[in-house]
């Protein structure tokens, strides 16, 4: 009988430390990782000689500068990640920076913890960002927090130095919905109560730091919740009669096998797996949360990347256009209302707007204040609205799906932590729309007379489909044969993918957005004239269809497909095949123009 390999049967854990610049966090991992027998052999004394040699003192913060960029800067600029194990469990620490500059690498270095030390000065108290780190833990719903009190030593060992700070922090943490497992009175440098109590402190009766971290408890295994793989991407094949269309991602949550029902959102399209792929693997029947995988499914689905694939048995993630969320904010610039902002959750980059500030709150001082905007290092409760719908889970359930990043202009300006979703799913476009038609100064020529001196109504024809199916040929030559009869009509030859090359396009998600607005905003002024708009959009959507369905409204949009349909039947008025004959086309939509524009009998095309 084969033995297990027991060393893979150990429990992992991931642990940040945070604190104040100076607090001594680098000196405390590295006292851990010496005091437990975690370094290579031989390296805690090529350090102590190195600096012998360099007429240095030796510090056990040194074991830790592996970057460049924190020896010459003496600071820690990014997150480090260190290994260590005691008997229970092994243990990776992200060391993250304290400096208020790098917050940002602070948040992306904690947002991968499940639990958290955080480290106060005993000598120089507690400081601004150790209030404001204590918030972010309990912003990113950190659980597991040790208070570690270090250089006790340079406090003479005071017990009432060490009881000050822990009732005072107490009463922050408790303001800020957040209660510490412990607090130790540590001094990092000397190794008192890191691994086992100190003879310094016999005032002190509590576990160690070592013993802190033991006792965390562990959340419930990401494979016992529901099943949640965000799509990354779609790959398709034509050579050697391979037709697989395989969904691919990484599996952030929950486990799914062959033959079971999937659904898509915020699509809701839904198949079953056909089979589990893999590359240079054999074949799998079932894959588990941290694995990446692809999918191959019985009927084929049109979904883009960003999606979530669940499984139609779990509980299902929230889909909406409003969220309500708490924002971190870091931009140079404000973050305001009105302003298009793109939203990233897992795979999904939309375009989003600030739609409220409920609250801003000062993360040091916890005072709240009711402000037009929100400047950089502070907290706001916020809704926020998608320009499509998006999928997500509450932060607390699925922190993977639950949590976000804001960019603007090009960077990465605020993260974020979803609670929940908003009913209210008023919309800043319909307001739009709705500010436009009461601002509208409408011309004495009605669109009743311009459709009896035309003859026709008007109306916006949009050929939608993939690159190369001859969409553009099908629009040009409906335009020559409505030109013939003496209709009133025009070809807008400007398609979405020249308008995306010619724009700067380091963000294609927000120039897209812009393109569809401007269009719809453009068909609605020639079409309030009475004219047969036609044009032809590569790849759109069915929410970017509606977009500017809506934005063309009242007056009529109609969509002719071409090649492989990937919208809902409601979504289409017509369908062509790929490099479909234009005269054939031509005539299946003037027929459909006939139907659906003339509708009066007096007006005809």
Known sequence: MKTPNLEN???????????????GKSTLVGRL??????????????????????AKPFEYAFLLDALKDEQSQGITID??????????????IIDAPGHIEFLKNMITGAARAQAALLVIDADEGIKENSKRHGYMMSFLGIKNLTVCVNKMDLAGYDQKVFEKIKTDYSKFLKEVNLEAVSF???????????????????????????????????ALPKDEQPFRMPVQDVYKFTAQDDDRRIFAGRIESGTIESGAEVIFLPSLKKSRIKSIESFNTSQKEKVFAGQSAGFCLETQVYIRPGEIMCKVSDKLPDVSLKIKANVFWMGKQPFVEGKTYKLKIATQHVPVV???????????ELSFAAKPHVDRHEVAECILETMKPVAFDKALDIPETGRFVI???????????????????????NEHIRKREFDWERSHITPEKRAHKYEHKSALIVLAGQIDTGKQRI?????????????FTYFLGISNRLALASADVKDKTLSRFEHIQQLGELAHILTDTGLILITSITDIDEYELNMLKSLNHPNKTLVVNVGENNFSDQGVDLLLTENEDPKIAVKKITDLLIRAVVLDPEYYI
Not at 354 to 364: F, G, K, Q
Not at 408 to 416: F, K, R
Not at 480 to 487: M, P, V, Y
């Open 33 to 54: 990782l010496a005091d437990t027998g975690s370094l290579p052999q031989g390296k805690l004394e090529e350090v102590k000689a190195r600096c012998a040699r360099n």
């Open 79 to 92: 997150t480090a990640r260190s290994f260590f194990k005691s008997k229970k469990r092994d243990y990776i």
């Open 407 to 429: 960019v603007d202009n090009y960077e990465i300006s605020g993260g974020g932590v979803i609670l929940s979703a908003v009913a209210d799913q008023a919309t800043s476009l």
């Open 9 to 23: 049967l150990r429990e992992q854990m991931n642990i940040v430390i945070v604190g104040h610049v100076d607090h």
């Open 475 to 487: 629009a040009k030559a409906l335009e020559e044969e409505l030109f013939r009869l003496g209709k």
């Open 184 to 218: 130790i009175p540590i001094a990092a440098r000397e190794g008192d109560n890191i691994v086992s109590l100190s003879k310094n402190m016999p005032w002190y009766q509590g576990v160690c730091a070592l013993e802190a971290l033991d006792a965390f408890k562990k």
């Open 354 to 364: 600030l739609s409220e500030i409920v609250s801003v709150m000062n993360a040091s």
